[in-house]
């Protein structure tokens, strides 16, 4: 998720280097130093702007998408607040309390199939 994370904001920071230096340059008059010296310096604070939004914003983004929040009894026991929401929202979405009736029924079969191995 790293990986992806660095990507999507070296790829914000490169196109925002390159549009903000191709909108600053002056095509009138290519070899006026002064002129392109403030183009890179004004394009590298733009890709650096970027970079950090874009790695703060695809962190979060990526995060929220990809990780769930797991059902921790612990949780609960330690005031999780995180904890409250996802059963919240389970309750309120008929889809994720189907999922989660036949994740609890595929628990209880698994125990049952265990307590009669013992015997």
Do not use: H, R, T, Y
């Given at each position: 998720m790293v990986v992806w994370i660095k990507r999507i904001s070296t790829i914000l920071a490169g196109s925002a280097f390159f549009i903000t230096l191709l909108i600053s340059?002056?095509?009138?008059n290519l070899l006026d130093t002064s002129v392109m010296f403030s183009a890179l310096i004004k394009s590298?604070?733009?890709?650096?702007?970027?970079?950090?939004?874009?790695?703060?914003?695809?962190?979060?983004?990526?995060?929220g998408v990809i990780d769930d929040i797991?059902?921790?009894?612990?949780?609960?026991l330690e005031g999780g607040l995180l904890q409250h929401i996802h059963?919240?929202?389970?309750?309120?979405?008929?889809?994720?309390?189907?999922m989660a009736d036949a994740a609890r029924e595929e628990k209880d079969n698994s125990g049952e199939d265990k307590g009669k191995k013992r015997k």
């Open positions: 340059i002056d095509f009138s590298f604070f733009a890709a650096s702007l970027f970079w950090f939004c874009g790695f703060v914003i695809a962190d979060v983004l990526l995060k797991p059902n921790d009894p612990m949780n609960l059963n919240q929202q389970v309750q309120n979405d008929p889809i994720l309390a189907e």
